[in-house]
């Protein structure tokens, strides 16, 4: 079965730092979504993406993120200036369709020293 | 807003045993319900959802899970479990806005650990 890829399964970085979580999508998915884990709590969503752009975000998507689709194949998550509060599971996911099922990726687990 | 409560957050069980994972859920509009179950060091997977229709859903591995609106429920049974279904289950809902489906709101998790 397709599935969807992130890379790196782990990320570890210095506050204040900027990094780049990736994803892979299955290929004739539409539509990508951004979520992440923090130890302990539940799963949140981040953001939606569609047709190029942002399609919904969640008022923990702030400026500090943004998301890119730079070659129609990779999805990437960009957090510009990371904070203590940032560490977590980031999962990638997509979907052919609006309501369909979604495809995780295995996630990226980000550790803000 | 929509909310998710899965009410245990660890269930320890015997193998071969029934177990029923609980979850649930409050909305002011149509919802659709998802299980997702998370293997250690993989991503989520789906095992079930209900959108419409039967209230009785059968998933993956046989799993099972029953849509009560009343209640406000969308619990997960299994009759027998197996070691291999140690996992964290994820309950999860989406709500319809006017025909559009917003964004999954999950639930904190429920970690199903199956003892020999």
């Known amino acids: 079965e397709p599935e969807v890829t992130q890379t790196p399964s782990h990320q570890v970085t210095q506050m204040g730092q900027e990094v780049i979580l990736r994803c892979v999508p299955i290929?004739?998915?539409?539509?990508f979504y951004w979520y992440r884990q923090i130890l302990g709590q539940k799963v949140e969503f981040l953001v939606s993406?569609?047709?190029?752009?942002?399609?919904?975000k969640s008022e923990i998507f702030d400026d500090q993120f943004s998301v890119e689709r730079p070659d129609g194949s990779n999805f990437t998550l960009k957090i510009r200036s990371t904070k203590l509060e940032d560490s977590a599971m980031y999962f990638c996911?997509?979907?052919?369709?609006?309501?369909?099922?979604?495809?995780f990726g295995s996630g990226t687990q980000l550790s803000v020293l | 807003a929509q909310s998710v409560t899965q009410l245990d957050s660890q269930v320890p069980v015997f193998e071969e045993a029934p177990v029923e994972l609980r979850c649930n859920y409050s909305?002011?509009?149509?919802?659709?319900l998802f299980w997702y179950v998370q293997y250690p060091n993989q991503g989520l997977q789906l095992l079930l959802k209900y959108l419409s229709g039967s209230t009785l859903v059968k998933g993956i591995n046989g799993f099972e899970a029953e849509f009560n609106k009343s209640q406000t429920s969308f619990h997960l049974r299994k009759p027998s479990v197996h070691i291999s279904d140690t996992a964290e289950y994820f309950c999860?809902?989406?709500?319809?806005?006017?025909?559009?489906?917003?964004?999954?709101?999950f639930g904190k998790g429920t970690k199903l650990s199956v003892k020999p």
């Open positions: 999860a809902v989406t709500a319809f806005y006017g025909g559009s489906q917003g964004n999954l709101i």
């Open positions: 909305s002011s509009v149509s919802v659709y």
């Open positions: 993406f569609y047709n190029n752009e942002i399609s919904e």
């Open positions: 996911a997509s979907s052919p369709g609006r309501s369909e099922k979604l495809f």
């Open positions: 290929s004739n998915h539409l539509y």
